[in-house]
């Protein structure tokens, strides 16, 4: 029943079991703080979580037991003898993320105290639109079974696994429309759940640029509980996070802000005027779309002309960052984040937009203070990690936790 051997030879079940009791909640409310605030002694844990010492011991005896945290030396914050510091322990447990992109698949996974453990790009053979999503679906499965593998070859059992997918989403995992790679419901959890043979085993599918925001909240240093990510790579899509939740929406369709139209009926839409790849045929006289999946190359190419001087590329540049300062704007005054993160291929050329999307941004943003932008650190697989950090995420929050014997 999902059991896997370790290398000290315990046996680890990866089937979850519900906190549904105020113990329960008390072991999330332990994991929270020190993923939050790294190792900590238990008399630390206490004053911190409110909770009394003697609840603390008994809870981090069970977290040590279960191996989700581990003992790792004295910590010195506190006058007199100094306690023992916990952290969390990633040699159990692992969570996988796989991101979906028109031409090619990434996998990634993390240990459960979060470190990264692999990180592959899998190239398309051909593009999903032209082959169809069984070849693509059959693509997946191969990556989801070889980093599952992996991640058990290493001694971890899988504690879940989330494909990060442009497009619609539904919330069961169903991809409703993704015009990047060309599907239309098409059932993608049931045959990845199927093919690893593990009926417990959490996986689900979601919208790449929510995935995106969870990273860029856990792993951005940006701590912030209301934040938005855009993300460009597949058209312009929004993710959403909302007093500490990602906004789903009632059928999991949120952030679609590359329809939105500016301007009256038959006006051009978002993503007509600030889109990657409208600014690549603006930009890039000899650009041709029909010839290359990867916008990569030539959002590189355009920062490179944008660093000499290129006084078109500079206009393009300047006229995308003002329309999509403008879908920006509707944004802020919708959701009121404290901050918007340029994801994706827009990090890289965020330095050049960012001035006139905020100039936009402050004449239509009426709040004190304003929205800052920036851009994300997290690369091209930002979706992947957030894919694999939700699997924690659901530990932290008392929604699951392993249980070894």
Do not use: C
């Not at 053979?125 to 070889?146: V, W």
């Not at 038959?266 to 603006?282: F, M, N």
């Amino acid at each position: 029943m999902g059991a896997h051997p370790h290398g000290d030879g315990k046996m680890t079940d990866v089937r979850t079991m519900g906190f549904t009791d105020v113990r329960a909640t008390n072991l999330a409310v332990v994991l929270r703080h020190l993923r939050t605030n790294g190792p900590s002694s238990r008399a630390a844990i206490a004053a911190s979580t409110g909770l009394n010492k003697a609840t603390v011991s008994s809870l981090t005896s069970d977290l040590i037991d279960q191996r989700l945290l581990r003992e790792t030396g004295a910590s010195g914050n506190r006058i007199g003898r100094p306690g023992t510091a916990l952290t969390l322990d990633g040699s159990a447990f692992a969570a996988i993320g796989l991101q979906v992109a028109a031409d090619r698949i990434t996998a990634l996974a993390v240990d459960f105290a979060g470190d990264q453990l692999l990180l592959w790009h899998r190239a398309f053979t051909s593009p999903p639109e032209a082959a169809g999503p069984g070849r693509a679906i059959s693509a997946i499965i191969a990556l989801a079974q070889r980093a599952a593998t992996r991640v058990r070859q290493q001694g971890r059992s899988v504690l879940g696994l989330t494909i990060a997918v442009p497009g619609l989403v539904d919330d069961r995992g169903m991809v409703r429309l993704s015009p990047a790679l060309g599907w239309s419901d098409v059932d993608l959890r049931g045959p990845v759940a199927g093919s690893l043979r593990q009926p417990d085993l959490v996986v689900t599918v979601s919208h790449q640029a929510i995935l995106a925001a969870l990273a860029e909240r856990q792993r951005a240093a940006l701590a912030e509980d209301n934040l938005v990510v855009v993300t460009g790579a597949a058209g312009i899509e929004a993710g959403i996070v909302v007093d500490g939740r990602p906004l789903h929406g009632a059928r999991g369709f949120t952030g679609q802000i590359g329809r939105l139209t500016l301007g009256p009926a038959g006006s051009p839409t978002l993503h007509d005027l600030a889109g990657i790849e409208p600014l690549a045929r603006r930009a890039l006289p000899g650009f041709d779309p029909e010839s290359l999946t990867d916008l990569g190359p030539s959002v590189e190419q355009i920062s490179v002309l944008a660093r000499s001087g290129d006084a078109g590329v500079l206009a393009a540049l300047r006229d995308t960052g003002r329309h999509l300062g403008q879908g920006l704007a509707i944004l802020a005054n919708l959701a009121d984040p404290s901050v918007i993160v340029l994801g994706d291929h827009y990090a890289t050329l965020a330095e050049w937009l960012i001035p006139p999307a905020e100039a936009e941004l402050a004449g239509h943003t009426p709040a004190p203070g304003g929205v800052r932008v920036v851009a994300s650190e997290l690369g091209l697989h930002a979706a992947a990690l957030g894919g694999a950090l939700s699997h924690l995420d659901r530990v932290d929050h008392g929604r699951s936790i392993p249980v070894t014997a």
